[in-house]
């Protein structure tokens, strides 16, 4: 099983660009999924972002396609989630997360990282 360490994240004002990484150790991701999630107090975990390690064909939830980019880097098995033009909506605990296939539901990834906190003030 792979495991993921998150950093990046913060307090940003609205229209402010934040950047995410998730380093993966365990094993190489060859063909899985890296995928990003987010969670706000009381809602549930939602599909953000995820990119096909090997083609780095990506796939973006409606709500930010535009604004977040996800892309990997193969030789540091790292994973990143950059966040322009953010809103107050964003703010949310950011996870990412690996399977083998592409799905947005979070019960199809099977490791996870500890999450991390982006915060954005109107």
């Known amino acids: 099983q792979v495991q993921l360490v998150e950093s990046g994240g913060g307090l940003v004002q609205t229209g402010g660009s934040l950047s995410l990484s998730c380093a993966a150790s365990?094993?190489?991701?060859?063909?899985?999924?890296m995928a990003w999630f987010r969670q706000a107090p009381g809602k549930e975990r939602d599909f953000v972002a995820a990119i096909h390690w090997s083609s780095g064909l990506r796939y973006y939830a409606d709500t930010v396609k535009g604004r977040f980019t996800t892309s990997r880097d193969i030789a540091k098995n790292t994973g990143y989630l950059k966040m322009n033009i953010l809103k107050p909506e964003d703010t949310a605990v950011y996870y990412c997360a690996a399977a083998n296939y592409y799905s947005r539901a979070s019960s199809m990834y099977n490791s996870w990282g500890q999450g991390t906190q982006v915060t954005v003030s109107s």
């Open positions: 365990g094993r190489t991701f060859g063909s899985s999924i």
